[in-house]
């Protein structure tokens, strides 16, 4: 009997023994083709060199120093080449273990920003219907899936959420992309002006969102309205890239496709490509220098922030993927996404296929005329990633929420390393899953 505590606890798991580039082996043999990088995490594959002997090499010199008295040279090195790529007036690095203790970090800096600079009321926060910030509390709070959030409600902290950009579902008839992304980014303005702009702290979104939409992307111009609304009423704009950000969408941020830079931005996932979990919040020179020239003191922290064998491995995961590795997103999410049109494009159960570079998403659904999803008691998207599993596929199942009703996706983001090859594998067994699901 085994005395880890899994997810689901009925669940009789495999054990994972091998990577070897895109693949993981189990302990009976059987291969895996990693199509979702776990939760798009794995970018480059599951046996770097590079990236394990940067790992060997700072745990020989140094394992462990703690943050209340050091600073290390990876960290160092990693916060200066991030600022060095970063969008908009980006200027310090907080780094942390994982995405959600990056939401933490960027939701108490944004308030203590404001009481810095003396704005005490500022405490609210708005985000957006479908997105899913991180599973403690703050995150979770922030987070619109109403599955994940109802059973911890009495514990969280006010949150209010307005639409978020899902053009496949609320574009109206004869409206253009473009009108239909100022429309819904508008939704933010009523907001800050029902709560007050004198109480509203941060606007916190995913530039594509990944675990509640599969992949959903922002039409343009959404953001860039967004950006201005925040600026208008001095409310902080806080994205969360930590699914999407690291090259993943084929930029290394995302908000550089959307023509904006936020006040705060989230990374993980790809930051440390599954080596070593680690996660950084980048803020500006602006709210640094509030918190320096006021209380000199950032009123949060955790023991392994900053850990330099975290901070070494996402060192060398940086080097490669700006090194070319990233370079491969556009051209190969682009290949994955013609193979994924013309094997499930007219499946009568497809309603979407979107994305950006190697973050694709398929939306299923019962009716391809009405768009109605399935009743979310058949499962079919827990049935689709087991039978993908079974036919050797990882590809992360979701059950996003559409104003309530519950609609089912596949979320696809390989390692940046994929080669033509795997594509068709990808389609192959995906297509043997639909075959067993429906
Ligand atoms: N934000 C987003 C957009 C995420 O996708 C996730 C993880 N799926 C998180 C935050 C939380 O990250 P973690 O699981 O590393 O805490």
Request: aromatic share 8%; hydrophobic share 40%.
């Amino acid at each position: 009997m085994s005395h880890v505590f899994p997810r689901h606890t009925k669940a009789d798991l495999p054990v994972a023994v091998t990577g070897d580039g895109c693949y993981i082996l189990d302990r009976s043999g059987k291969k895996y083709f990693d199509g979702s990088g776990g939760a798009a995490v794995s970018c480059l594959g599951h046996s770097d060199p590079d990236v394990i002997a940067a790992i060997k090499a700072q745990v020989d010199r140094i394992a462990f120093a703690h943050t209340g008295f050091f600073t290390s040279e990876p960290a160092e090195e990693l916060a200066d080449l991030l600022i060095g790529k970063a969008p908009g007036n980006l200027d310090r690095v907080y780094f942390v273990s994982g995405g959600s203790e990056a939401m933490e970090a960027a939701l108490k800096l944004a308030r203590q920003y404001f009481l810095e600079k003396g704005e005490v009321s500022r405490h609210r926060v708005i985000a957006r219907r479908q997105s899913y910030h991180g599973n403690t509390l703050g995150a979770l709070a922030t987070g619109g899936n109403q599955w994940r959030r109802e059973p911890f409600a009495p514990l969280m902290i006010d949150t209010t959420h307005i639409a978020p950009c899902y053009e496949y579902r609320d574009r109206r008839e004869g409206e253009t992309a473009f009108d239909y992304g100022q429309r819904i980014a508008n939704e933010l303005e009523a907001e800050i002006l029902r709560l007050g702009p004198e109480n509203v702290m941060a606007f916190v979104a995913e530039p594509v969102v990944g675990a509640t939409a599969g992949a959903l992307p922002p039409v343009e111009g959404y953001f860039k309205r967004i950006r201005e609304i925040c600026d208008n009423y001095g409310v902080l704009l806080i994205l969360d890239e930590v699914m999407c950000g690291m090259g993943r969408t084929g930029t290394l941020f995302a908000c550089e496709q959307d023509g904006v830079a936020p006040d705060i931005l989230c990374i993980a996932k790809g930051l440390g490509a599954g080596y070593q979990p680690v996660g950084a919040m980048l803020c500006t020179a602006a709210i640094y220098e509030a918190i320096e020239t006021g209380s000199g003191f950032f009123q949060h922290g955790h023991t392994y922030i900053g850990h330099p064998t975290a901070c070494a491995a996402a060192l060398a995961v940086f080097r490669k993927l700006t090194g070319g590795v990233a370079d491969r997103v556009m051209p190969m999410g682009e290949k994955l996404t013609t193979a994924l049109n013309d094997a499930f494009g007219q499946h009568p159960h497809v309603g979407d296929i979107r994305g950006r570079g190697l973050f694709r998403g398929i939306e299923i659904v019962e009716d391809r005329a009405s768009k109605a999803p399935f009743d979310p008691k058949r499962g079919i998207n827990k049935a689709l990633k087991k039978a993908a599993f079974e036919a050797g596929l990882i590809c992360y199942p979701m059950g996003g929420t559409i104003d309530g009703v519950r609609g089912d996706h596949i979320l696809l983001a390989p390692p940046f390393i994929l080669e033509d090859s795997h594509i068709g594998e990808i389609t192959d067994k995906l297509n043997q899953a639909f075959k067993a699901v429906f």
